[in-house]
Every structure is written in structure tokens, then in C-alpha cells.
């Protein structure tokens, strides 16, 4: 029987990437799809996508309907492109902003590159609505504000706290005791309860404390227990965005001596140690994680899990390793890295 041709649907190309990944044959692909077997494989050969990282090469439902409407008719940069199409809708699931997201294009050096304004027109098209791509932002809007009631956020910082006036030892790694931080949000819905993350930079090493909300005060309060049982060498300065929850950074440097330094607006890229980390903690904690019913022993273990892997750029050290190697003996204080763990005194 002769089946009409008419173009695959959205839905159509889903349930090609979910049997095509569980090995189902092309013929057992286009008989449940009523299509026939020819239109499965085109599809699937001529929406393929090419990467060198494994995790972005494939058949993907959602690049392969971009591409293929992108064929039909001229759309936007991301329509064009599905490769970034995926990393980006990889990074949103992240928990990255669109912000963000451009942002690291542009500091790594990636060929294609895109505004932050591309990725919220991207989530916020017909296509982007229909995948609920809103869900993965931030703020997590069904539809974006009018553009003037977008008004840039963020602190007032003193000349004296700007990146540009960080030491310039500090941006290569080689200078132990500077660390990174920022918040790690989760969904609203599910309580005002998110994380602190902090990072040494020469080390990577890795702290995670909760906070009951975003109230600044308390979210130094808890950096600052956690990093008091360093010795003074071990926190020299500490990096952040600028977002409100750390206007509070002058109890940084009396309670702890440290120095604090401010990203430039819109520029997380200039704290990336964090910003990769964060990463790297989201393939435990996703957005839909109920921060406030997490036992303190799984945020223990993926502290744990951070630190006790091998990192390239450590030349293949743990994150524990080269901080307790980066500490003097002579010097009171740390003697035991589990005292920086979750819920240790």
C-alpha cells in the first residue's frame, strides 16, 4: 500500500529518536508510524548530526525538525544550526541562562557564536513554547516581559571590587587561596531553599552549603563558616557575579580578611571554575530537586564525588589532593578536608 507522503511532525520525529536509541528496526519504525520505511530512513540519514563529543552526535527529535523546517523556509540562526541548537537546549537543562550560555561561546572561542537575545527569541518562539523550553530558564516564565519592564539588575560595586582590579596571578590558576562562588536556584514551586558553591581556583576544589533563601546575610553567613577552618593563606579572595544575594561581601573581609572581586554585568564567564562546576553538580541535582528534602548525606557524597575525581588540568590529581598539597603544616587550621564537607561543624 502506497502511504501519502506529508511532512513528519514534531511528534513523529520524538518517537523516531526514542526507537532509533532503543535499536528498533527502520521497517518496526515506519510500520508503527504508518510510514514507510524509505521517509525513516532519509530522515534519520539526512537529519544525522556530526560531532566530535559523542554526547552531541546522533539523531536528535528536535534538531531533526529544525533542520528540516529550515530546509522549507529561511528561520533564525538556531533553526539553521542544530548542532548549537542542542548544546544549547543541553546547557538551559543545565541550568544555565541564556546569558551564560553566550557568553561561554564567546570566551571559549566557538566558531558559531549567538546573543543572549538569539536564545530567548529561540525559547520563546512558537517551537521553543511548544517544547517548554521557558521551564528550563531562570525565572522560568511561560511568556517573556514586555522590554521595558526588563530592567538590569545586579549591585553597585566600588571601583576598588572590580575584576579589573583583581591581581593578575589570580586569573592564571597558579595562586592558591582564590576561590569562585555563586547560587544554584532551583524551582520555585518547590521552596526559597537553594546552594552556595564555592571553588578554589587552583585546586578545583569544591564546597557546597545550603541556604534557607537568598537573603545575603545568610548566604555570607554560611560561606563563612564553611571557609573560617582554612588558614588565612588558603582564603585570600573570592569571585562572584553580581547578583543581589552577595551584596552582603564586606562581612567577607571582616570576619576573614578575604578580598572580593565582581564579574563584570553579564559576564559569568570570568568566574568559570564555578560556572563549570555547577555543571558538573546538575547531573546530580536537577532544577526539579527539593533542595530542603535532600538528605545532608547525598550532598555529602556528591562533594565527595567532585573532589575525589581526577581532573586533566590538575595532571590528572583529585581536587582533594592538590588542596591539601597547597596547604602549609606549619600553619594552623585545616588538618582534615571533611571538616569543609556539608554539615560538618
Not at 301 to 322: F, Q, S, W
Amino acid at each position: 500500500m502506497t502511504l501519502p507522503y506529508i511532512h513528519l511532525s514534531l511528534a513523529e520525529r520524538r518517537e523516531i529518536a526514542r526507537m532509533h536509541a532503543a535499536k528498533i528496526p527502520i521497517n518496526v519504525i515506519a510500520e508503527r508510524l504508518q510510514r514507510h520505511r524509505s521517509t525513516i530512513y532519509r530522515e534519520i540519514k539526512r537529519n544525522w548530526v556530526h560531532d566530535e563529543e559523542p554526547l552531541y552526535r546522533g539523531y536528535f527529535h528536535v534538531a531533526a525538525d529544525m533542520q528540516a523546517r529550515a530546509r522549507r523556509q529561511r528561520l533564525g540562526k538556531l533553526s539553521r544550526t542544530p548542532v548549537l541548537a542542542v548544546y544549547v537546549m543541553d546547557r538551559l537543562k543545565a541550568g544555565w541562562s541564556p546569558e551564560q550560555i553566550a557568553g561561554r561561546l564567546r570566551a571559549s572561542g566557538a566558531p558559531e557564536r549567538l546573543s543572549h537575545e538569539t536564545i530567548y527569541r529561540f525559547v520563546y518562539s512558537s517551537q521553543g513554547q511548544q517544547l517548554g523550553l521557558y521551564q528550563d530558564l531562570p525565572m522560568a516564565r511561560r511568556r517573556r516581559r514586555a522590554r521595558y519592564q526588563r530592567k538590569p539588575r545586579g549591585l553597585f560595586i566600588p571601583a576598588g571590587n572590580t575584576i579589573e582590579q583583581r591581581p593578575a596571578e589570580i586569573a592564571d590558576h597558579t595562586s592558591f587561596g582564590h576561590w569562585e562562588g555563586d547560587l544554584m536556584m532551583f524551582r520555585k514551586d518547590l521552596g526559597k531553599r537553594n546552594l552556595t558553591s564555592l571553588v578554589e581556583r587552583q585546586s578545583r576544589y569544591t564546597i557546597l552549603t545550603r541556604n534557607p533563601d537568598r537573603n545575603s546575610t545568610g548566604v555570607m553567613t554560611g560561606m563563612i563558616e564553611k571557609l573560617k577552618v582554612l588558614p588565612e593563606t588558603a582564603r585570600l579572595s573570592i569571585t562572584f557575579d553580581r547578583g543581589t544575594e552577595f551584596a552582603s561581601y564586606p562581612l567577607l573581609k571582616q570576619k576573614l580578611g578575604m578580598d572580593s572581586y565582581f564579574c563584570k554585568p553579564q559576564a559569568p564567564w570570568q568566574k568559570g571554575s564555578v560556572e563549570n562546576t555547577n555543571g558538573r553538580v546538575r547531573r546530580f541535582l536537577s532544577r526539579d530537586t527539593d533542595i530542603a528534602a535532600l538528605p545532608e548525606e547525598a550532598l555529602l557524597e556528591i562533594c565527595d564525588r567532585l573532589n575525589a575525581t581526577p581532573r586533566k588540568c590538575l595532571g590528572y590529581r583529585t581536587p582533594e589532593e592538590v588542596l591539601m598539597s597547597s596547604l602549609d603544616p606549619r600553619l594552623p587550621g585545616l588538618r582534615n578536608p571533611n571538616q569543609l564537607r556539608p554539615g560538618s561543624p
